[in-house]
């Protein structure tokens, strides 16, 4: 009766070696805190900013804290200038105009709320010994760009990648010895 269990015991050890141990496999969250759960979150957020309307005390309660948010970018009138300089200033937003106009009085903000996260899955073994790494990265990532005259929106404008979803697969035939040359240096002294 004992030899019947023990085949089973082996059969059960050799299924969570397999596929029990992916769950020992490291994965890393990467999120800029922020009030949104998802992409479409934030682009409700920002449709609700009115150019010429709203203020940044307005912006702080549909969630864009200019101030506390990770991550804000602050641009002076000169960084606007530097990034519009290859259109005509005809060509510009009403609101791009005025920012140039007003100089010192105009400040844009660029926030890049995200999130993504980074799972390595597949067989622990190859993973740990580094013959064999596969990662798959999903997540959001969003940038909002407000301009600012006189404590009024201006301009705003918008971009981002609404599914993020990268699948990456690292063969190393030679394993832990793959990367080993790296920490080795020669040195030639003559």
């Not at 990034?83 to 890049?112: I, M, N, W």
């Not at 993973?127 to 005259?149: C, E, H, S, Y």
């Not at 035939?173 to 240096?185: F, H, I, K, R, Y």
């Amino acid at each position: 009766m004992a030899m019947h269990k023990l085949p089973l015991a082996s059969l059960l050890l050799a299924a969570f070696l397999t596929y029990g141990c992916s769950a020992l496999l490291p994965t890393a969250k990467q999120e800029t805190k922020s009030p949104w759960n998802s992409y479409s979150d934030v682009k409700l957020a920002f449709d609700k900013v009115v150019p010429g309307q709203t203020t940044p005390r307005q912006l702080k309660t549909l969630g864009f804290d200019l101030y506390s948010t990770p991550n804000v970018t602050t641009l002076n009138y000169l960084d606007i200038a530097v990034t519009t300089q290859t259109l005509k200033r005809e060509e510009l937003d009403a609101g791009l105009q005025a920012c140039l106009s007003a100089k010192t009085h105009c400040v844009g903000y660029q926030l890049q709320p995200q999130r993504i996260n980074n799972k390595r899955y597949g067989n622990f073994f190859l993973d740990i010994l580094n013959f064999r790494r596969k990662t798959r990265q999903v997540g959001w990532q969003v940038k909002a760009l407000f301009i600012v005259v006189e404590d009024v929106i201006v301009y705003k404008l918008w971009g981002g990648n609404p599914t993020i979803l990268v699948e990456s697969d690292i063969i190393n035939p030679l394993g832990p010895l793959q990367d080993a040359g790296s920490g080795l240096a020669i040195r030639y002294i003559p």
